[in-house]
C-alpha cells in the first residue's frame, strides 16, 4: 500500500465516525459517555458507550478541532513510519486509538467524580500526537538521524507545555470551552501522551525500512 494511501485510511478510521455522528441529530446525549451508564440497571449495562464517547463532542468548534487534528495526526503516524508502513504500522495507530478510548472513561470515573458526562477526541489525539513524537524519536535513534529525533523531542517538550498550561489554568488552548459549554479534562489527555508513547516504544524488527526515507 502507498504511503499516501495509508495515510488516508488513518485518517478516516479516526474522522469518518465523528463527521457520521456530528450529522446525526440527537446523537451526542445517545453516544457520551454517563457515569451510570455501564452500572445502572434503568441504563442496561451500555458499556459501549465508553468507545462511542469520543466520536460525538460539545459543538461544532469542539468536534472540528478534535476531528482535524486527530485525522491529521492519524495520517502523519503512517507517513513517518517509513517508506513502505506495514501492518505493525497500522497496529500500533489501532492499540494506540483502543486504549486511550477505553483508559480515559475509566480514569474519569476513578479521578473526577464531579464529571457526569464525557465527550470528545481530545484524549485519542493527544495520543496520536505522543506516538508521532515516539515513532519520531524511536526511527531517528535507529537510523543515527539526528533531524526526526530533535523534531519528536520538540514536540514532546510542546504537547507537556500544552498539557501543563491546561492543568495550571483550567482552559483549553485551542477551543472555547466556555462557550462549548464542557469541562477540560487536562487528565485524560495527560493519560493520552502516555498512552502514545507507549504504544510507540516498540522496537521494530531489525530488517525493517529506516526512518530516513520518510522525512526527505
Known amino acids: 500500500m502507498k504511503r499516501s494511501h495509508g495515510a488516508l485510511l488513518a485518517a478516516v478510521f479516526i474522522a469518518l465516525p465523528a463527521i457520521l455522528f456530528q450529522l446525526i441529530p440527537g446523537s451526542g ?10 452500572t445502572n440497571a434503568a441504563w442496561g449495562g451500555e458499556w459501549w458507550r465508553v ?4 466520536w460525538v463532542h460539545w459543538g461544532t468548534s469542539h468536534f472540528a478541532w478534535d476531528t482535524l487534528a486527530g485525522a491529521a495526526m492519524a495520517g502523519a503516524c503512517w507517513v513517518v513510519a517509513g517508506p513502505r508502513p506495514s501492518w505493525r504500522t497500522a ?9 486511550t478510548a477505553i483508559v480515559s472513561p475509566l480514569l474519569i470515573r476513578a479521578w473526577l467524580p464531579e464529571i457526569a458526562t464525557y465527550r470528545g477526541l481530545s484524549d485519542i489525539d493527544s495520543a496520536l ?44 488552548l485551542f477551543v472555547d470551552h466556555a ?13 493520552g501522551i502516555v498512552v502514545g508513547l507507549a504504544a510507540g516504544g516498540w522496537p521494530e524488527p531489525r530488517h525493517a525500512v529506516p526512518l530516513r526515507g520518510a522525512l526527505v
Open 91 to 99: 497496529l500500533r495507530i489501532a492499540c494506540c486509538v483502543m486504549a
Open 51 to 54: 468507545i462511542t464517547c469520543h
Open 179 to 191: 462557550a462549548a459549554g464542557f469541562t477540560p479534562l487536562p487528565l485524560v489527555h495527560a493519560a
Open 29 to 38: 446525549p445517545a453516544l457520551q459517555w454517563e457515569r451510570d451508564a455501564m
Open 129 to 172: 500526537f505522543a506516538l508521532l513524537v515516539a515513532t519520531l524519536v524511536r526511527g531517528g535513534a535507529e537510523d543515527s538521524a539526528r533531524l526526526p529525533r530533535a523534531l519528536g523531542l520538540a514536540m514532546l517538550l510542546g504537547i507537556v507545555a500544552k498539557t501543563a498550561y491546561e492543568i495550571a489554568t483550567g482552559a483549553t
